[in-house]
């Protein structure tokens, strides 16, 4: 299974209103067609099949094993999706994943500094080159959006950050 994202989802991560925790929004972020099941719970977590099916059922996701889920009801307004209740853990932090939802958020930009950084980020190698193409990044996004959005994507950036990469990357931004 290879979920990509629906109209609705694009819609939906443009416009910042739609009913969609962070953990939803990072998923559908990261649903581009390529990156089967396992890759994805690799990201996000165990509960990222869960939350596939419920995107899925809610329009928000498409997959060739689409058809192997219950069938939707007929369209209705989108309600607000509750993640299923499970025992808090620790949320898994890598830098791969801080990179890779970088990489989406620069995508939506459609903007040529926004390709250049994008482009910059995806050639980084070492973890200090990636270390350093997120904080210019984060830098540039404020010109590229509003200053709110630019901060809301910095702090689910610092929350996927190995915590050890945190202070690292908090160092070059004084």
Not at 9 to 37: E, F, K, S, V, Y
């Amino acid at each position: 299974m290879q979920p990509r994202k629906t109209d609705l989802a694009r819609t939906a991560l443009q416009a910042h209103r739609a009913p969609l925790d962070m953990r939803q929004r990072r998923l559908l972020i990261l649903c581009d067609g390529q990156r089967d099941l396992p890759q994805l719970t690799a990201m996000i977590g165990p509960e990222a099949s869960a939350m596939v099916i419920q995107l899925i059922q809610a329009g928000y996701l498409v997959s060739n094993a689409a058809a192997d889920l219950p069938a939707r009801p007929a369209p209705e307004p989108v309600p607000t999706i509750a993640a299923p209740a499970a025992v808090p853990t620790e949320r898994r932090r890598s830098l791969v994943a801080a990179r890779i939802y970088l990489l989406g958020i620069l995508e939506l930009q459609r903007h040529p500094h926004a390709a250049a950084l994008l482009h910059a980020l995806q050639q980084a190698r070492s973890d200090e080159a990636v270390i350093a193409n997120l904080h210019t990044a984060l830098d540039a996004l404020p010109a590229l959006t509003s200053p709110g959005y630019a901060e809301r994507v910095r702090q689910r950036l610092l929350e996927v950050l190995p915590k050890e990469q945190v202070d690292r990357f908090q160092r070059i931004a004084v």
